[in-house]
């Protein structure tokens, strides 16, 4: 899902993007707690990708997303993020910095979220390259691994 976000972003015209990332803001706003898991999974990757566009209308406009993820999320533990696809978009070489930035923050919240079982069996995958990413990074991830 992650590849098939990150090529539809790149594919897209700026105003065609901000176009549908109108739409998944609205349709994050009409979402119930119980069906978000399943829209985050489709929203969040598409949101943080297109955090590459040069266009500000658009990063505004995914901010705002990020933000109402952010308060409908922060506090409810039982609603998952798209743990794997965040993971794909942060290992892409060509994804920005700010697209790894806020990539790791929402890892971060993805694992937490994971259970136990399934962070047991994700965690390797973390430590493969962990020397090509920041040191900042490589703690956030280390931190998560030793969890």
Not at 13 to 21: K, N
Not at 55 to 78: Q, Y
């Amino acid at each position: 899902m992650a590849e098939t976000s990150s090529a539809a972003a790149a594919a897209q015209t700026d105003a065609e993007r901000e176009e549908a990332l109108d739409r998944m803001l609205t349709r994050l706003a009409l979402a119930e707690d119980a069906r978000l898991a399943p829209l985050l999974a489709r929203v969040l990757p598409y949101a943080i990708t297109s955090l590459a566009s040069a266009t500000a209308s658009v990063r505004k406009l995914v901010m705002e997303i990020l933000s109402h993820i952010n308060k409908r999320v922060k506090h409810r533990p039982e609603i998952s993020l798209p743990m794997l696809d965040l993971w794909r978009i942060y290992t892409e070489s060509t994804s920005s910095t700010i697209v790894r930035n806020f990539c790791i923050v929402y890892i971060e919240m993805a694992f937490e979220r994971l259970l136990s079982e399934d962070k047991g069996s994700i965690a390797p995958d973390l430590l493969i390259n962990i020397s090509n990413v920041t040191e900042q990074h490589q703690g956030i991830i280390l931190r998560l691994v030793v969890k």
